[in-house]
């Protein structure tokens, strides 16, 4: 077999798989086949094999980690000057390595039981944010104020008013009495009763449907009215413009509405509304509502520092302040290049090398929080640097002790490439906007416990303000278990930055770009916030 040359990127994620199997010591027997053919057939895998274990002295080191488990330590990688003897010297270690490892044959590990994250029954997608004189039909169809509605939850109001938030940002205004199904964080279902829908650009697709007509906002102000039998659907456009589908007859084509347009949908088709202008004002009129707003505590990094190794941290609401953000690994020929202008002001660039740590009580306990902040990932970079922005370890049995990564998709097969990716627990999460574009994009990840003992946290990720990316569970040989040991135990309410966690500490993977006004709040975040955030990089009104 003729030596390759090149890597394709999908050469480039699987051989990046293998690496990490051997160095978490989960490589199977047939991946120990496959990486010693590739290993005895490829200079460019033999090159990448080397610089992905950090060159030789990281390869010793790794490799004597597989056989003896010592913890995980950065070593500089070595000097330009001595690369063909290093080199020379890391393949030999490296088949040496590998040969060792097929001749053990040792088993294979058990197979890990994956658990669907996105288990539909428990899955939040919107909130009661706001009520007046609200009554319920029943003890079932009550909701709590403030409380999380899930994904086909049946909503019956009595009389009064009750504001519900849903995940993509959608806030929808029930008036008593009527019937809503949540269906999920992008539609609803109107069975009968009024409302009316406020949809900022962000929610852009939200749909609210019956069996008369879906109407699907399009940047707008709506209001919805459904007789008791669902016989008949009214729809008026406050501002904006929507696109109403009628559904009986089916032939029919979308009508486009626009504001201060009304139409009436019904089984014998559509027609005007006789008294629609009079009931724009009825509509128009402000109700003023109890609102639950909880108070939001954080920790937060602005970059803004324009010299050294160390980041303030500003705390607020929080019971014990923030330590500043520290630089490791930085080296004396990057130590200029670190501090770069950022989205709000000074920004933080990581060059695949260095990383920080900070800390933040509580953020390894199975607590709502969000972390969010700025980022700008290079054209250029490489699918080796997409672990990870920022890093922490869950402290909680039911991850396995899985670490936290939020970073970019290196993998095609999962989703987007360059997309924003969430590991936690069993499973994952990946956006749909490719964030390798040079450009600057706000990322936002919000953290909600669930009560289901098997996946105990769900995950909500906000690219430029819009709800991006639903919980998989984990592909199989994806899992990186932390160990238990003190090492790993102290690793507990840190953050990393710019790094990938492995078996019990920092990672040779490094992120290569640039970061800014890192904060971490102490509860989920409403999509409202975020774009408020996102916007002024404030909460203030």
């Known amino acids: 077999m003729t030596l390759s040359t090149n890597l394709t990127d999908g050469e480039i994620i699987e051989l990046n798989d293998l690496c990490s ?36 002295a ?7 980690e597989v056989q003896t488990e010592e913890s995980d330590t950065l070593v500089a990688p070595a000097k ?27 088993p294979a590990p058990a197979p890990v039981a994956q658990v669907a994250v996105n288990d539909t029954e428990n899955e939040f997608v919107a909130r009661l944010t706001g009520a007046k004189d609200c009554e319920w039909l029943d003890g079932a169809s009550f909701i709590q104020p403030g409380g999380r509605l899930r994904k086909g939850q049946h909503v019956s109001l009595a009389k009064g008013y009750a504001e519900i ?34 949809l900022p650009p962000e929610a852009m697709g939200f749909s609210i449907s019956n069996p008369t007509v879906q109407v699907v906002d399009i940047g707008t102000e709506f209001a919805m009215v459904v007789d008791v039998g669902g016989a008949s659907t009214d729809v008026l456009v406050l501002k904006g413009e929507v696109e109403a589908a009628p559904r009986q007859p089916s032939e029919q084509q979308p009508v486009l509405l626009k504001e201060r347009d009304f139409r009436r949908f019904a089984s014998t088709g559509v027609s005007t509304i006789h008294d629609g202008a009079s009931r724009f004002d009825d509509f128009s009129k402000n109700v003023v509502l109890d609102r639950f707003v909880q108070p939001i505590g954080f ?16 705390s607020f609401g929080l019971p014990v302040n923030a330590p500043d953000a520290m630089l490791k690994n930085v080296s004396p020929e990057t130590a200029s290049s670190i501090h770069t202008p950022g989205r709000w002001r000074g920004a933080l660039r990581f060059d695949g090398k260095l990383f920080a740590q900070a800390a933040f009580p509580r953020i390894s306990e199975n607590g709502p929080h969000t972390v969010a902040f700025w980022a700008k990932i290079p054209k250029d970079a490489t699918l080796s640097s997409a672990y990870a922005m920022v890093a922490w370890r869950a402290n909680n049995p039911k991850f396995g002790s899985h670490p936290f990564h939020v970073g970019w998709n290196r993998n095609p097969n999962d989703g987007t490439v360059s997309a924003l990716r969430t590991d936690y627990g069993g499973g994952f999460a990946i956006g749909a906007t490719p964030l390798r574009d040079g450009q600057w994009h706000h990322i936002a990840v919000v953290f909600i416990p669930r009560s289901n003992a098997e996946s105990p946290m769900e995950v909500k990720q906000y690219v430029d303000g819009r709800l991006e990316g639903e919980g998989k569970p984990s592909p199989p040989g994806s899992d990186i278990f932390m160990s238990t040991d003190n090492n790993a135990l102290t690793m507990n309410g840190t953050i990393w ?9 920092v990672r ?4 290569y770009g640039e970061m800014d006004e890192l904060l971490i709040a102490d509860r989920a975040l409403e999509p409202q916030e975020i774009v408020r955030l996102m916007t002024l990089n404030h909460f203030d009104e």
């Not at 086949?33 to 895998?45: E, I, N, Y």
């Not at 990281?58 to 004597?64: E, F, I, M, R, V």
Request: glycine share 8%; hydrophobic share 45%.
């Open 80 to 106: 330009t000057g001595r690369r063909w003897w290093t080199l020379g010297i890391t393949l030999g270690l490296a088949a040496a390595v590998v040969l060792m490892l097929v001749a053990r044959q040792a």
């Open 58 to 64: 990281d390869l010793c080191h790794y490799a004597a």
């Open 299 to 314: 920790a937060r990094w602005s970059f803004d520092d324009e010299q050294g190794d160390v980041f303030k941290a500003f």
């Open 497 to 505: 930055l710019g790094c990938r966690l492995g078996t019990k500490n």
């Open 165 to 198: 938030t849903f995940d993509s940002g959608a806030q929808v205004l029930l008036q008593g009495p009527a019937s809503m199904d949540v269906n999920s964080a992008w539609s609803a279902t109107l069975n009968h009763g009024s409302l009316k829908a406020n």
């Open 508 to 511: 040779a993977d490094r992120f």
């Open 21 to 56: 199997a051997l160095v978490d010591g989960t490589l199977a027997d047939a991946d120990k086949q496959r990486l010693s053919h590739w290993l005895s057939t490829s200079d460019a895998a033999r090159e990448y094999y080397v610089r992905v274990l950090g060159l030789s």
